[in-house]
């Protein structure tokens, strides 16, 4: 694969669309500014999202802001992912029963993508997580419940590749104390964040093993610290390895 985009304009498109769904409205030299692009490429840009109907032009402060287009795209493409479809009632059954939000991710390269979420609001607090959205593998409950199922030489290269940075107090910096962490979750057969990723969350994942015999994907149960102390996890361990031999019996043929 090449190292630089083989169409320019394209890549330029798409850095310009990217910013905008991260900072959702920006002034032509805000653009200009973070892409490192001059003033008239980015207005050539913008007005061609602009006349895809990608991006829109504030009439009140004349900033550029991203259309729902791109969620229209984007539900259309998860609407097609027939795993979601599959694990959905599992999922569901899960947050129901445990009365806490329960994500499924799907693995991209060094990191996790949500693709599902089923929110629990009976305690009225809500995760920041969207579908979507990514989180590193190496400092969260999915990605090592992935990582764990990966081979030796696989778990270093997804340590070498990521940027490692200490999120919380909490997070595993150390490659050898990562390695004896994922021997654990092998252990167990589920994988814990001890508020590694978010201060004042904790999770319980599993990966799941699809038609492959690969583990690209994996789901887990968060809450706050304070509903979610060893006894707790413990007897969530019970839900989740019940509903991981449940969709794995789905998922393969």
Not at 23 to 28: D, I, M, N, Q
Not at 32 to 46: C, D, F, G, I, W
Not at 148 to 172: D, F, G, K, N
Request: with cysteine.
């Amino acid at each position: 694969m090449e190292n630089k985009n083989p169409i320019q304009v394209a890549g330029r498109l798409f850095e310009t669309l990217e910013l905008l769904a991260e900072k959702g409205s920006l002034g032509l030299m805000e653009i200009s500014s973070n892409l490192n692009l001059n003033k008239s490429t980015v207005h050539r840009v913008l007005n061609s999202l602009i006349y895809m109907g990608y991006a829109r032009q504030n009439e009140g402060n004349g900033k550029y802001e991203p259309t729902f287009k791109i969620v229209d795209m984007s539900n259309k493409i998860m609407g097609k992912v027939d795993v979601v479809n599959i694990v959905r009632p599992h999922l569901r059954a899960l947050m129901e029963i445990t009365k806490e939000t329960v994500h499924f991710v799907e693995r991209d390269g060094i990191d996790a993508v949500y693709i599902d979420k089923v929110e629990s609001f009976t305690n009225g607090i809500q995760m920041v997580s969207r579908i979507g959205s990514r989180i590193p593998l190496y400092c969260s409950g999915v990605g090592k419940a992935i990582a764990a199922q990966l081979s030796e030489s696989e778990v270093q290269e997804l340590w070498e590749r990521s940027s490692i940075v200490r999120m919380t107090p909490y997070t595993i910096t150390d490659y050898k104390q990562f390695k004896e962490n994922l021997e654990e979750v092998r252990r167990r057969g589920y994988a814990l964040d001890n508020e590694e990723n978010e201060t004042g969350v904790r999770c319980i994942a599993a990966g799941l093993i699809d038609h492959s015999g690969k583990v690209r994907y994996a789901f887990s149960i968060s809450a706050p610290v304070n509903r979610m102390d060893n006894d707790r996890i413990q007897e969530l361990s019970h839900y989740i390895l019940d509903a991981k031999e449940q969709m794995e019996s789905e998922l393969r043929p």
